[in-house]
Every structure is written in C-alpha cells, then in structure tokens.
C-alpha cells in the first residue's frame, strides 16, 4: 500500500456479520450470551447474520466490483483466544488468514479492528473492561494478532470507539453487560480501554511491525 493511496471502502464488525458463533472452536463473546438470555427481548441474534463467514469471498468480490479498494473489519476476540487468553483456537487465525489473503488478491487494503465491542464472555465473567487486567489481556491479544497478520495487515485500529462503547453498556445499558446510570463502571471501562489501546499500540512497536495503528 502506498502511503499516499486514497482509499475507499466499506466497514463491518465481527459480530455483526460473521456468523457461525459457534463453529470452529469459536468460544462464545458477550453478544451471543445476551441474545442467547431472556434480556433479548426482540428474538434477533447475531448466530447467522449475514454468513460472512462462510461468504466473504464473494463480499469482497463484491467491493471490487464496486470500485472500493479497502475494507475495515474486526476481528473476534473469541474466535481467535475462545477464553480471551491462553490458549490460541488455530482455525479462527485460519479463517481471518483466508479473509486476509482474499482480500490481497482482490486489490483490497485490510484495514483490521482489534475491538469491536464483542468481548469474549469468560473475560467478561471476571468484570470485563472495568476489571484492570482486562490490559494485559488485551495485550496479549493484540500479539498474537499482530505475529498471525502483520506481514499483510499494514493498517491497524486497536479499539472502535471507546466512549460509545462505555456509554452504551453502563450508562444507557442496551450493549452487555447492560448497566445503566453505572458512572463508576464507565469511567473505568474509558480508562481500561485506553490504557489498552496504549499498550497495544506499544506491543507493536516492539515488534518492529511496519504499518500504522491507531484508534477510532
């Protein structure tokens, strides 16, 4: 990519779009136990969505069609570490491996999210992001990200929207863990997260990685 190419393109999130929540080792994220629980009152789950999962060649055979040159997309969390640490699930870095070469050979940028807002339930078990160590697990998840992608992955968001996301699962509550009016859990999830993203961005710098990173 060079540094001055424009580019144009469509964005989605994991969670969003992939579907197959639970196939391939993928471990379940806090989307999935909520539309899963009695709080989801309107039936609707991401267990499908759109089938990216099994249909992204022809999405992103679609945005070359349409003239688009870069697509932005988040990982999972969950399907990469199933209990948002330790243990690597090698089909989930199979399939974002796909993902990624699919879109090189269609011309287009992969322009990868690390987070977006479908943290793993077993991180979410232990408080989440307004528990301090979510950082060093984020970390560790953003290396393993970084060593599996970074030859072709050259741009980088470590988290979407960080404010939004705080707001939304504990002062509105209509994103899980669904708190609301819990001003002590949102400040700690604004200071969790960018502490986080901070810690990311020193990781790859540490692995001398040669794209630019930044946060949405």
Same mark, same amino acid.
């Given at each position: 990519?060079?540094?001055?190419? +424009?580019? /144009?393109?469509?964005?989605?999130?994991?969670?969003?779009?992939?579907?197959?929540?639970?196939?391939?080792?993928?471990?379940? @994220?806090? /989307?999935?136990?909520?539309? &899963?629980?009695?709080?989801?009152?309107?039936?609707?789950?991401?267990? =499908?969505?759109?089938? +990216?999962?099994?249909?992204?060649?022809?999405?992103?055979?679609?945005?070359?069609?349409?003239?688009? !040159?870069?697509?932005?997309?988040?990982? @999972?969390?969950?399907?990469?570490?199933?209990? %948002?640490?330790?243990?690597?699930?090698?089909? %989930?870095?199979?399939?974002?491996?796909? =993902?990624?070469?699919?879109?090189?050979?269609?011309? =287009?940028?992969?322009? =990868?999210?690390?987070?977006?807002?479908?943290?793993?339930?077993?991180?979410?078990?232990? %408080?989440? /992001?307004? !528990?301090?160590?979510?950082?060093?697990?984020?970390?560790?998840?953003?290396?393993?990200?970084?060593?599996?992608?970074?030859?072709?992955?050259?741009?980088?968001?470590?988290?979407?929207?960080?404010?939004?996301?705080?707001?939304?699962?504990?002062?509105?509550?209509?994103?899980?863990?669904? &708190?609301?009016?819990? +001003?002590?859990?949102?400040?700690?999830?604004?200071? &969790?997260?960018?502490?986080? @993203?901070?810690?990311?961005?020193?990781?790859?710098?540490?692995?001398?990685?040669?794209?630019?990173? %930044?946060?949405?």
């Amino acid at each position: 990519m060079q540094k001055s190419e +424009f580019l /144009w393109g469509s964005a989605t999130a994991a969670y969003q779009c992939e579907g197959a929540w639970d196939a391939e080792g993928k471990g379940p @994220s806090i /989307w999935d136990q909520f539309c &899963h629980s009695e709080k989801n009152t309107t039936g609707i789950t991401g267990d =499908v969505s759109c089938d +990216f999962y099994h249909h992204y060649q022809e999405d992103i055979q679609m945005l070359k069609a349409g003239g688009q !040159n870069s697509y932005r997309f988040s990982l @999972s969390w969950c399907r990469i570490l199933p209990e %948002g640490r330790g243990r690597i699930n090698e089909e %989930g870095i199979a399939f974002y491996n796909r =993902v990624i070469d699919c879109c090189l050979e269609n011309g =287009v940028v992969p322009n =990868v999210t690390l987070f977006h807002y479908d943290l793993p339930q077993a991180l979410a078990a232990q %408080g989440g /992001w307004a !528990n301090r160590e979510i950082v060093e697990a984020f970390a560790e998840y953003a290396e393993v990200c970084f060593k599996a992608f970074g030859d072709r992955v050259k741009l980088w968001v470590t988290i979407n929207e960080p404010k939004y996301y705080a707001y939304c699962s504990n002062i509105v509550g209509n994103y899980p863990p669904n &708190h609301k009016l819990d +001003f002590d859990r949102y400040f700690k999830t604004l200071y &969790h997260e960018a502490l986080a @993203s901070a810690k990311a961005v020193a990781v790859y710098r540490k692995l001398h990685q040669d794209g630019r990173i %930044g946060i949405v």
